[in-house]
């Protein structure tokens, strides 16, 4: 028997894709942005930071870096709890990604700051610059410009990697897709079309990011 494809459901059920697509957007958003924020602090505090920081920041990058990012969301969203700390399904969704990321973007930037000639470090200091402001001025941005397309990659790969906090019940695109094959039961076409979205998300945001780099570094080109 010859399957016939019916995307006629679209109609009835776009409204759930179009939420599940903002929540999704919600979630790389919020988690991006404090993701690499928390990924430069731990950066510094690795390469530059005072002796008793670094083995703590160490500790947590090895950890993150080395176990599943669904245990890390099921931790926090089932096991917290435990402790008396209950968080809602888009907060667990959101610091998961945002502690995941952090770990992730923490060593490429390091990478970035490592690569930095020694040469800054003494001309900054030179200006009577401190420690923070030698690192803001000097190394940071270089640091960033080196290193921003393998950490717009790290991003695009956070935000596909969302699909899996559809398991805490958190109503992203994924959950959207569960839903409409649950109720339709047509699951190559709901799956089909939530692959497309997700690749289209996938070379929007790396777009985007592309632009924000040549915003951000327009003396060298972000390829």
């Given at each position: 028997m010859t399957y016939q494809f019916d995307f006629g459901w679209m109609a009835e059920y776009w409204p759930v894709l179009l939420s599940g697509i903002r929540v999704t957007l919600e979630l790389i958003a919020i988690g991006g942005v404090l993701g690499v924020?928390?990924?430069i602090g731990c950066a510094w505090a690795?390469?530059?930071?005072?002796r008793w920081l670094r083995p703590v920041v160490s500790t947590?990058?090895?950890?993150?870096?080395n176990t599943p990012f669904l245990i890390q969301l099921f931790f926090l969203f089932f096991g917290l709890p435990s402790l008396g700390i209950n968080l809602s399904e888009f907060t667990a969704a959101n610091l998961a990604m945002v502690i995941n990321l952090g770990a992730y973007s923490c060593e490429i930037v390091r990478a970035g700051?490592?690569?930095t000639p020694?040469?800054?470090?003494?001309?900054?200091?030179s200006l009577a610059m401190i420690r923070f402001q030698v690192f803001r001025h000097v190394v940071l941005i270089p640091?960033?410009?080196r290193i921003w397309p393998a950490l717009s990659s790290q991003i695009v790969i956070v935000m596909l990697g969302s699909a899996v906090v559809s398991q805490i019940a958190a109503e992203d695109l994924t959950f959207a897709a569960n839903f409409i094959q649950s109720r339709t039961f047509r699951?190559?076409?709901a799956y089909f079309v939530s692959t497309a979205i997700y690749l289209a998300m996938a070379i929007l945001l790396r777009q985007m990011l592309r632009g924000v780099g040549?915003?951000?570094?327009?003396?060298k080109a972000v390829r």
């Open positions: 924020a928390l990924g690795r390469a530059l930071g005072p947590y990058v090895e950890l993150i870096r700051i490592q690569a020694a040469g800054q470090y003494e001309a900054g200091a640091a960033l410009q699951a190559f076409e040549y915003v951000l570094f327009p003396k």
